[in-house]
């Protein structure tokens, strides 16, 4: 074993000595700005290679997929319904009827259009509206796309007589809704998550040295677009949800190890004359930490991959790649530039050689103050954050109803609501039915018997299939509507021969919440393990990592419960049946980092000093370095907020607050507490629990202190 760690640890100085060499820094750079070259002008390509076609967010193995597939035989594969509306409380005058009639002419005439499937207008009985059912070819687009189609087909109409609104709903108004919510949506986010990082950078390094983790940043994010895009041609999906967050988790994740590699990097500038030299020792201490890290991300983002979701699917290999290309630049290109620049980049703080670190005052009256009664305050603190879970109970995870799923007011929305005054709410979402032609009549017939269901369409037979198309008699979105489809896949599974599928919108979220309840039950655990082997290598230990765990389990469900109320004080109505389980996979494979930061150094330091007295240690000199790596991550998770998704800023909130919690709560008290009250114990079975502890505090006027400093600065070196 102990050939093993020497062998590590060799293997890991002679990586640090590539982009801190005098020569071999400037290949660093140069291999950089090649893959740059070569791979970063593919990264404008990846909203073109997008895929946010319906079957791509459905459950991989659920009946709804396989129904909506079986039904592509009846169905042109770019045609997707639109609805149009018309609404005047007062009541439709002719006028307004020639204006619909009008509107329908010029549909037709478009190409985008199949003019013989138009139906409408239709009037509503109350008189106060029309609808226009219009088959929309899609092409296969992209949300983008299809937001252009539909404003390519607003753009003819005839003015409309005042007082009458209109609106385009159903699948085809939501899509170009979801479009236009991200239209410029990654400008929109690289800007808000570059300037928290700009913002974090200043406090913390000043007005040059900002410039260099930005550059990696942006570096790594163009490169890791490209390879992404690269990897869509090997099967690979990436949805527009996946593409935004890949963004954030490599200018957040990135920024992080470039805070702590930095930090680092300036404590041995001031023990060593050679620049060259201080960060080959820093890439040394730091390295084996950020790797740790990336791996617990990519570990936990690959976990995905079980996901019976297909969107949940996608985003695993979409983060890995992000992360691994953001340890391959923050631990090669950034050491090279920080070299290249030298002391200078710190102005106008420069860290020279014999001059002593600047103290993190509040870390050392922190860790002084938890020092005292230690097991008092990690009980306090669990208890405080026992008390923020209590969110949790109730919190509603059925699913956001397609009305809720904007935040702010939507073209789709707005029509939806009129559909539902007005109209049959299920016209333009239907549940179907597809199956053995052979037994089309006993299917039909057996729907008749079906509570909860509105008009049946006629079958249509085709190459040995039926396909029924008809209305559920409650909105789509409801329980009774679930109920309803649960209800007709018993009569129809219940045929002998018929191997009917029922599918729909209503099919299609009844499914994603039982697939996101068997993710949570799969994947949550694996990750968990997963983790947990990862620190256990990393700290040597089995108590302290399942310790660590459990403080990252606790702050997650204290996230979950404040979000709760923080989604209620905002207005958002419901959450995705997957948001607990992205939320959880993300704050738990991030918010460990903050931990694997602190205990690497309580570890390192353990060794000379004791447990005890390196928990304090570690707590004043990793203080600001995690709470501004906690800052940055939270905030560029909380930028996704900023798009007028539903789901997306949810996600953005509840990972942004756990993050917090990690950073600033559960790493600096409750962790720290835990080091203080354990000791030495915290490394069991390792021989180092077995180490005699060592004084707490060591008198500043002892002479023992001087020999201290003398024999760390000796080990260091």
Not at 523 to 529: A, T
Request: aromatic share 6%; hydrophobic share 50%.
């Amino acid at each position: 074993m102990s050939s093993l760690k020497l062998n590590a640890a060799d293997a890991v100085g002679r990586f640090a000595r590539i982009p801190a060499g005098r020569k071999s820094k400037w290949i660093v750079l140069v291999v950089w700005i090649i893959a740059l070259l070569a791979v970063g002008g593919l990264a404008s390509k990846l909203t073109g290679a997008q895929t946010n076609d319906a079957v791509e967010w459905l459950p991989g193995g659920a009946e709804s997929t396989q129904a909506f597939e079986a039904a592509q035989t009846f169905q042109d594969a770019d045609e997707s319904p639109a609805v149009v509306v018309y609404e005047r409380p007062s009541g439709i005058t002719p006028a307004d009827l020639a204006t619909a009639q009008a509107d329908v002419a010029a549909f037709k005439t478009s190409d985008r259009v199949i003019a013989e499937k138009v139906l409408g207008p239709v009037p509503s009985e109350d008189g106060q509206a029309l609808q226009i059912l219009l088959p929309v070819r899609t092409g296969g687009g992209s949300w983008p796309d299809i937001a252009e189609i539909v404003a390519e087909l607003k753009q003819p109409l005839s003015d409309r007589p005042d007082g009458l609104a209109f609106h385009v709903t159903g699948p085809v108004g939501y899509a170009a809704g979801y479009g236009e919510a991200f239209k410029g949506a990654d400008g929109i986010l690289l800007l808000a998550a570059a300037a928290v990082v700009i913002v974090i950078l200043l406090i913390s390094y000043g007005p040059v040295l900002w410039l260099l983790p930005l550059t990696a940043a942006i570096f790594g994010l163009t490169i890791a677009q490209g390879v992404v895009y690269l990897a869509t041609k090997g099967g690979v999906t990436v949805t527009a949800m996946g593409a935004s967050t890949l963004m954030v988790l490599v200018f957040g994740a990135g920024t992080d190890y470039a805070l702590l590699l930095v930090a680092r990097y300036r404590e041995e500038l001031r023990r060593h004359d050679d620049k060259h030299e201080a960060m080959a020792v820093a890439l040394q201490r730091a390295v084996p930490a950020i790797l740790a890290s990336a791996a617990t991300v990519v570990v936990g983002t690959l976990a995905f991959l079980v996901a019976d979701m297909n969107s949940t699917k996608g985003l695993g290999p979409v983060c890995a790649i992000g992360i691994v290309v953001s340890f391959g630049v923050m631990t090669t290109l950034l050491p090279a530039l920080l070299v290249i620049c030298g002391r200078w980049v710190f102005w106008p703080r420069h860290p020279e050689v014999g001059s002593s670190e600047p103290t993190n005052g509040i870390w050392e009256r922190i860790g002084k103050a938890i020092s005292i009664r230690p097991r008092t305050i990690w009980v306090a603190t669990t208890a405080v954050l026992l008390l923020g879970t209590a969110g949790v109970i109730g919190f509603d995870r059925d699913g956001i109803a397609a009305k809720d799923s904007f935040v702010g007011e939507a073209d789709p929305v707005a029509g939806e609501e009129i559909l539902g005054r007005h109209f049959d709410i299920g016209t333009g979402n239907p549940f179907v039915v597809v199956g053995s032609a052979d037994r089309v009549s006993v299917v039909e017939s057996a729907l008749t018997r079906v509570d909860g269901l509105g008009s049946v369409k006629a079958p249509v037979v085709k190459d040995g299939l039926f396909y029924i198309e008809g209305t559920l008699a409650d909105p789509p979105d409801s329980n009774a509507a679930e109920a309803t489809i649960d209800r007709t896949r018993d009569v129809v599974h219940g045929i002998e021969g018929a191997d009917a599928k029922v599918g729909g919108s209503t099919a299609v979220l009844l499914d994603s919440k039982r697939a996101a309840e068997r993710d949570n039950k799969v994947i949550v655990p694996l990750v968990l393990v997963l983790i947990l082997l990862i620190l256990m290598v990393l700290l040597r230990a089995v108590l302290a990592p399942v310790l660590l765990i459990a403080t990252v389990v606790l702050s997650f469900f204290t996230a979950l419960g404040l979000s709760r109320w923080l989604f209620e004080l905002f207005g958002f109505e419901g959450a995705d049946p997957s948001l607990p389980l992205l939320g959880f996979v993300f704050m738990v494979a991030l918010g460990v980092d903050y931990n694997i930061f602190l205990m690497t150094r309580v570890r390192e330091e353990a060794v000379q000093h004791g447990t005890r007295r390196a928990a304090l240690i570690a707590l004043a000199s990793t203080g600001s370095v995690i709470t501004s790596a906690g800052l940055v991550l939270a905030g560029t998770f909380a930028v996704l907020a900023s798009l007028s998704i539903l789901f997306l800023a949810e996600i953005g909130v509840l990972v942004a607050v756990g993050l917090l919690i990690d950073a600033l709560i559960v790493r600096s008290i409750l962790v720290t507490a835990l080091n203080l009250d354990l000791g030495p114990k915290i490394w069991w079975p390792s021989a180092l629990a077995r180490q005699p502890e060592k004084p707490l505090f060591v008198d500043a006027e002892n002479a023992n202190a001087e020999e201290d400093d003398k024999r760390e600065f000796a080990r260091l070196n």
